[in-house]
């Protein structure tokens, strides 16, 4: 009874990855009638469970898998670059193209290529031994951020606050076996990020300023539009355009922002549709994805601006308790106005399982429904 | 390097049919971290296309399959009743239940039925012969409406206007082979739908009554809210809530209506989510989508309120020419706005390959959108 789908022979898009934000993708591309193929790395994944699937055991799947297909997209960072470049240059399009994917993967050169533009970072350096940390400490002295200047972690995000020297040794001895960077401790007032997509030609589009919120390395809630004024607004959407501009991204990318008390400073880049930007599926015309979807197919962008005048969302998080959010749905549903999002995994200790948004005239009101949407999900009293 | 994805041994929902409602029904739970099993009669069809699917081919796979299943719902009316009744007497969960699949499916008795109850239809009668139908002329006079008995025909809506006696035996006889009833011509100012979603235990929440246009036998426009008086809207939500309640209903049902010169009639009921809801998907905080699985599974209902004051959906639907909608979604993305949902579906005269919704502060300007992206879909002028 049961036979595997007949599917195309060309796929017009390939989403290599099977976590959440390929769900979304895949969800997006169905609406506009598209039938994506995925590239799975477990049939149990997010997106596997949702969408028919395949899986790779071998580095040379991708480039199977990119024959298999008329546009490759990257739903994370855990790529080979020097594959990507070799298929970029024997003609496979890859979105949002290697040029992008290298500098959201290294952060030492997405720090060079940027700031020799004129985007402002923080002070940095690499980090290869000892020398360099007593250079760096010597002119920008302690705190400091040490971080891997590989992005694409998932256990941890990889970066490290030091306040003096024996701290930056050891985390350094810890961390032998990554590449690491230094970077100067910043004065953080908020957390920014603008999610912007942008179509091959320059044409781009801008979603509202988010305003991030992290406990324990995690981000836990997103709230849109950022409570900052009209000039840092306009700054962080004109550098996120300019910067997706430089590294001539196409599909969405995001940008992320210190607002420090000496001015906006960017933290990272994601070549890819962002958690700050899951709330698009409810607050805007057109979501992250869609854009996403539209822009990497080489579609006209749809319209960005937000519905409602607050918009958060709070993201589900696995608990040292075990607790199985699908267990508790009916809880959250029940509260009325939340939009409940489940991503299908099993629950394990910091895993991303889900996440809540909720619209609201006032940011603490939609605040409110989407914690207490959350806390149900997670068993948890508010 | 492919492999089947690895599925869990029972799934929380099955779903018989593979068109575009299994596709969006299938959409709506994913979002809600559920995986569901399709159905599907065609590895082609548009939701065997989106979703891991399994294919029919004997009568006997519809049991063999809810063994699968803790609930099991169906996209369409093309079933077998006493398969239905038969497994849920066996205890298998059928939503939105055999006693309202039967009153969908069959006219006749969803007429004597509701009748008995007080609901308002137009006079009608069985149709076996010429006796039968002299016996109606003769009370209720020409023009009259034929219709097929059984609901759930793809290729036309089951229904002829005659206008005389001679009229009605050529249907008759075209026809031979379904069965016929007879219903008195209405003087119809408007065609309403009322979607309404309703759990287990009789908690309903109904969505804004719509307005559909047709042309041709086939759905084309559909308009929230209907351009009615607040004593019709009133009396036709309740009255969708009160059917869905006599029928015992768990899911999402229609209940379309037609305002006549002398007030309501009940036409048809569709035992499942509705082409007049699919603005939903933009113009609710739950799409009727939603809202069919939360009922389903019995889940708290979400919030069924519009969210614009205007909302226009314009079917796409193959014409004669061939023309692909999916060859002008270019063009159509075009039009800043609209919301562009393509099925998957090759093009075939007469079939619903998508749809456009858009939303608006005003109900002429939110057409004018949706029909230049359907337009634009079409490759037509408009």
Chains 1, 2 share one sequence.
Not at 15 to 41: D, N, Y
Not at 225 to 247: H, N, S
Request: one cysteine or more; glycine letters at 8%.
């Amino acid at each position: 009874m049961l036979v595997p789908n007949e599917m195309p022979s060309i796929y017009p898009l390939g989403v290599v990855g099977s976590g959440q934000i390929a769900r979304m993708i895949h969800s997006a591309a169905v609406k506009l009638g598209i039938t994506p193929r995925l590239m799975a790395e477990d049939s149990g994944d997010s997106a596997a469970l949702a969408a028919p699937g395949a899986s790779f055991r071998h580095p040379d799947a991708l480039s199977t898998f990119a024959e298999l297909c008329e546009v490759v997209t990257f739903e994370h960072e855990r790529i080979d670059l020097g594959m990507i470049e070799h298929m970029e240059a024997a003609g496979q399009i890859i979105r949002p193209g290697a040029r992008t994917l290298r500098a959201a993967l290294d952060k030492i050169h997405q720090r060079r290529v940027l700031t020799a533009k004129g985007f402002t970072f923080a002070p940095f350096a690499e980090l290869r031994g000892p020398d360099d940390l007593l250079d760096f400490a010597g002119l920008f002295g302690f705190p400091a951020v040490i971080k891997s200047v590989r992005s694409g972690g998932q256990s941890d995000r990889g970066s490290w606050v030091v306040d003096n020297q024996n701290d930056a040794l050891r985390v350094m001895a810890e961390q032998a076996d990554r590449e690491l960077m230094i970077e100067q401790f910043q004065p953080i007032v908020k957390e920014l990020v603008v999610v912007v997509a942008r179509r091959a030609g320059g044409n781009a589009r801008c979603y509202p300023v988010a305003e991030t919120t992290y406990a324990d390395g995690a981000c836990l809630e997103i709230r849109a539009p950022a409570a900052i004024g009209t000039r840092v607004k306009t700054e962080a959407m004109e550098t996120a355009r300019a910067i997706a501009g430089e590294l001539d991204s196409v599909g969405v990318i995001a940008v992320e922002f210190f607002l420090t008390t000496g001015g906006l400073v960017v933290n990272e880049i994601a070549a890819r549709p962002h958690n700050a930007g899951h709330l698009t599926l409810e607050n805007a015309p057109t979501s992250q994805f869609e854009n996403h979807v539209r822009a990497i197919l080489d579609l006209p962008l749809g319209p960005t601006h937000a519905l409602a005048k607050a918009a958060v969302t709070v993201n589900v998080i696995g608990g040292l308790d075990g607790v199985d959010p699908a267990e508790h749905l009916h809880e959250a549903l029940a509260v009325e106005g939340a939009s409940v999002h489940l991503y299908g995994k099993r629950p394990r200790p910091g895993r991303k399982l889900g996440h809540v948004t909720a619209l609201g005239d006032d940011m603490e009101q939609a605040r409110e429904l989407a914690r207490r949407a959350e806390a149900a999900l997670m068993n948890r009293r508010l």
